[in-house]
């Protein structure tokens, strides 16, 4: 049974910075990608980040320059660095972890809260 289970959050004041983990783990078959998602309270989740098993990535316009993705596809292990943190990042992160044919497994997520 795959899990997905996300680690790292917690509350930080503006401008601070902060790491995310998210690790996969009980499938012996390859991921395609793996990315971050965030839900604020009231409002629709949302991509934050996500990294391919050939290193590419793509970033959200909201965090461009603020967050790096990376990861090990042989721990299936990614990392959300976070930094120059906002007010408006406060939200529900949750990873999501897709395999070549489509299926998606999602974590319960971690809550991170930036206070000014």
């Known amino acids: 049974q795959v899990q997905v289970v996300e680690s790292g959050g917690g509350t930080v004041q503006a401008g601070e910075s902060q790491r995310l983990s998210c690790v996969v783990s009980?499938?012996?078959?390859?991921?395609?990608?793996i990315g971050w998602y965030r839900q604020a309270p009231g409002k629709q989740r949302e991509l934050v980040a996500e990294?391919?098993?050939?290193?590419?990535?793509n970033y959200s316009q909201s965090v461009k320059g603020r967050f790096t993705i990376s990861g090990d596809y042989g721990e299936n292990t990614i990392f959300l660095q976070m930094d120059s943190l906002k007010p408006e990042d406060t939200a529900l992160y949750y990873c999501?972890?897709?395999?070549?044919?489509?299926?998606?497994?999602w974590g319960r997520g971690t809550q991170v809260t930036v206070s000014t």
């Open positions: 990294i391919s098993r050939d290193d590419s990535t």
């Open positions: 999501k972890a897709t395999q070549f044919w489509g299926q998606e497994y």
């Open positions: 009980g499938s012996n078959l390859p991921f395609r990608i």
